[in-house]
């Protein structure tokens, strides 16, 4: 439910959240002043050194000679950059730039990779275009029935809840899928309880089932799409009888969930981490994108496909060049025509830019190899506890020449670093975000910043002046963001036609809006789709389960998640009082019946252990999980990692890595 702090009069004005917060948002004053912030550069003598505090122009020097000796003896892709989710859309579309223009380099990826990637990849195949929902955040109250695949909105995105809430109270119906009984799925008339890893086989089963019952739409497929007669073949192996063997789904919910959404006049389709975070997570979202297809729901207002965005600007971090593939306004970074386009808008020859580097944990497992970067600078992330495997991240960090961290607290990977920068928060700067029904809002600064700090845009200016990089690198935020509107002009994420003053003046503005004109687009699709032939793409996909399936040695699925009162890797919430005092210590959840055949009772301590490593965590008992499932969240840091154990296998599209499902034994610790 949404957490309020008091009496908050809900803000008409504010249509996403009317102005409430949960526990995290209003705590997070209490981070600008955290005890151990960063307020001066750091920096070792030598790789053993400790990190002492040093100038400005100390530290941006070492690094510019850092960068220049390290492309001097093996290459301009021997440096890498690695970015973030929760950067504004100045920042993420400035690193961007700095990379492929001042350092010229093809290596750049971010944490946004782990999140959003398989969603955006379904999307785009299918539609043409991703954007998070294609719908606004309100039409969810006006929607007769959402299914949510894999989110848990009342711990992750708690304002999302009050939405849902509008939807009931009219008589609108909820469905979630998830291997626990989680919050969410305590507020759902029908809850799902799947085996984790087979998101895929259900959808596929529930499109069956539609097809079976006379719930598809026809005259919708014939005028909208292309693609269902060979996704008719595929779902007809996937009768209800086989899926509820794969899934533990009975029939008769499935059967329950396929004519609540068939006899909507309105459905939405959501699909969340707990769906895509997998090795066959695009294929996942493609087979949920299938069943709302079908059921010809995408294109109508208040229906269609949608996805939740899991960070603070995930929807816009994701649109304007930290992929390794991408350009400015969801461009390919190798379409000869886009290419030219933001070349011309950088004063750079369209040659001169790199090409597609490395996806994230794929470059993450390059650091410090023969022929993988020798240097990497990270902007806005943590990646020795947010990314898989972190037991084998930490030991390629280690094992770079180089290491700079932008950050305004000691992470954990700012603690192996060779120079850390100290940066400004979200308090103290001003930019924008793209929230994920992909309105644009305007982020003012409240604060002045720490004397000592400096934003990522004023990093990134004084870097590159010392690399000589040729065209304009403004520390100014407007100034970047109408360079910003410039280069996605024309393209999927066109900003063209939003100011900073539209924005404040209409309370955000929609993307695509591509020109000063132009209203904004709140709701996509609702002519055409973004394919060539304006027809969404129907694609057959099979089910082939997770890349690790559970055996004698290692008897349990490990599932991952969030929790209230933490964040992404916890470096920032774990630094707040009353959110430790609210989730004090990492835990595992246990089926009771599981603890009994394991001994182990509530409170206990246990070690977790997978193929890649072990955790320590105590146990939380519960009757709401699987009996073969256990649960941790990700949010700490040293020995309760919950990222020592999830498996780095990649999706073949997206390149996202299986957090979401691996093959575990828990242990009791004497």
Known sequence: MLVERGAITPRDDIPANAGGLCQKGWTAGELLGAPDRVTAPLMRAHRNAPLEAVSWDTALDRITAEV?????????????????????????????????????????????????????????????????????????????????????????????????????????????????????????????????????????????????????????????????????TTVNAYWPERVERITGVPVPRMREAVHMLGGAHRALILTARGAEQHATGTDTVTAFINLALGLGLPGRAGSGFGCLTGQGNGQGGREHGQKADQLPGYRKIDDSVAREHVARVWGVAPGDLPGPGLSAFELLAALGTPAGPRAMLVFGSNPVVSAPDSTRVEARLDALDFLAVADFVPSETAARADVVLPTTQWAEETGTVTNLEGRVLLRRAALPAPSGARSDLEILAGL?????????????????????????????????????????????????????????????????????????????????????EICGDYPLYLTTGRVLAHYQSGAQTRRVRALVDAAPEAYVEVHADLAGRLEVDDGAAVRVTSRRGSAVATVRLSRAIRHDTVFMPFHWAGAARANLLTNPALDPVSRMPEFKVCAVRVEKIP
């Open 464 to 548: 590159a002046g010392r690399l000589d990089a040729p065209g304009r690198f403004s520390a100014d935020p407007a100034e970047v963001f109408d360079e910003l509107r410039a280069a996605s002009a024309g393209g999927p994420a066109d900003y063209s036609g939003i100011t900073y003053e539209r924005i404040v003046a209409e309370t955000g503005v929609f993307w695509p809006c591509p020109g000063e004109g132009h209203p904004g687009t709140p709701r996509v699709f609702l002519d055409r789709f973004a394919t060539p032939d304006g027809r969404a793409r129907l694609i057959p996909v099979e089910h082939r389960g997770p890349a690790e």
């Open 68 to 232: 220049r000796r390290i492309q001097r003896a093996h290459g301009l892709d021997a440096v890498a950059v690695f970015g973030g989710g929760g950067l504004t859309n100045e920042k993420a579309y400035q690193l961007g730039k700095f990379a492929r223009v001042a350092l010229r380099t093809a290596n750049i990826d971010y944490n946004g990779r782990f999140c959003m990637s398989s969603a955006a990849a379904a999307q785009n195949r299918a539609f043409g275009l991703d954007r998070g929902l294609p719908v606004p955040i309100t039409d969810i109250a006006e929607t007769d029935v959402v299914l949510l695949a894999g989110g848990n909105v009342a711990e992750t995105m708690p304002p999302f809840v009050r939405h849902l809430a509008a939807q009931r109270e009219r008589g609108g119906r909820l469905i979630v899928i998830d291997p626990r009984e989680t919050p969410t799925a305590r507020r759902a008339d029908l809850h799902l309880q799947i085996t984790p890893g087979t998101d895929l086989a259900l959808a596929n089963g529930l499109l069956h089932l539609a097809i079976v019952e006379g719930l598809i739409d026809h005259a919708y497929l014939a005028r909208r799409t292309v693609g269902f007669e060979a996704v008719r």
